[in-house]
């Protein structure tokens, strides 16, 4: 078992009205972001909802914290999880804010009055109002302050900033910010807007119709995946497909390339051995990155 891990999984399926995730094995490590991307229905909210044990993996082990997630145990751990889901809960829509601050407060044990005073009073929520009169953005902003206000140890934010305006999302980033000051905390965040994940993940996690297809350190990622434009008349096409991580080549009149890669660094070193001149090297989108990942056949154009 590995200590480091606040959420370790070894051959976790889930299966659900002919949706297939997994079989999904991974190490997700204690004390950073990890973003989850991948395109509509690739499985994240279904990855979020087993993780706190509100449907169950029809085979495999979840291990949260280095303890084994059980039935018995379910109640316990979830006391050091705060959840934010994509969607507000439909059966609370009557319900006034404070309402519902208190049946949470009545759930978790480690409730904190005050810090949750802290955070209502700083993105400035009317708690008196009922959930279904507040705007899209305050109910968010109330579901993402309920999840954080028991300080728990791990955080699973399923699309935060979706209905926020950019300054509220501002405000929730620095609250993540602090949040995450204490080492043992982590957050596992979902989310299709690229700026968020470069800003605030220290790991991506890929996911693609319920299969991983890539875990990686965000920096090392952005390093390692490129696109270089090179100008040589002398150069050929099969010396370039011959280079590491090529995935895509694409050839404009009068000698220009595009290569994309995965291995910038062996590429690079490559192109100063060529003592080539004109190169531009330029950093892929996420995005980008995913559909390489998701595509690597088709994406060799030539
Ligand atoms: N309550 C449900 N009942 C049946 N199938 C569902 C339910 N919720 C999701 N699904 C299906 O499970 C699959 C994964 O959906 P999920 O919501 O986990 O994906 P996602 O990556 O979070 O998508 P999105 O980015 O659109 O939020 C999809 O095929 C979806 O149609």
């Not at 706190?52 to 280095?66: A, E, M, V």
């Not at 008196?128 to 140890?153: T, V, W, Y």
């Not at 875990?215 to 050929?236: G, H, T, V």
């Amino acid at each position: 078992m590995d200590e480091q891990a606040i959420v370790s999984m070894e051959e976790v399926t889930y299966v659900r009205d002919g949706f297939v995730l997994g079989p999904l094995n991974i190490s997700i490590p204690k004390g950073y972001v990890t973003a989850v991307v991948g395109p509509n229905g690739s499985g994240k909210s279904t990855l979020f909802q087993m993780l706190l044990g509100l449907c169950n993996p029809s085979t495999g082990q979840i291990t949260l914290d280095g303890q084994l997630l059980t039935n018995e145990c379910k109640e316990q751990y979830k006391q050091e999880i705060g959840y934010l889901p994509e969607l507000p809960w439909a059966h609370e829509s009557y319900m006034r804010g404070k309402e519902k601050v208190s049946f949470y407060k009545s759930v978790f044990s480690n409730w904190n009055s005050t810090y949750y005073e802290q955070l209502r009073e700083k993105l400035q929520i009317d708690d008196q109002l009922r959930l279904d009169k507040m705007s899209k953005g305050m109910r968010r902003k109330l579901d993402f302050i309920i999840a954080l206000a028991h300080e728990p140890n791990l955080l699973l934010l399923d699309e935060p900033s979706s209905g926020l305006d950019p300054l509220a999302w501002k405000e929730m980033i620095e609250i993540l910010h602090q949040y995450m000051e204490q080492e043992e905390r982590s957050i596992v965040i979902s989310s299709h807007i690229v700026e968020e994940v470069r800003r605030l993940a220290d790991y991506i996690l890929f996911v693609h119709q319920g299969k991983i297809v890539g875990f990686f350190e965000k920096d090392e990622l952005f390093n390692k995946w490129c696109a270089y434009i090179i100008f040589d008349r002398e150069i050929s096409e099969q010396q370039l497909y011959g280079l590491p991580g090529v995935r895509k080549i694409e050839i404009e009149r009068g000698g220009t390339y595009t290569i994309v890669t995965s291995e910038a660094l062996a590429v690079e070193q490559w192109l100063q051995e060529q003592r080539l001149q004109s190169v531009t090297r330029t950093a892929l989108d996420l995005d980008e990155i995913l559909f390489y990942l998701i595509q690597p056949q088709k994406s060799q154009e030539v």
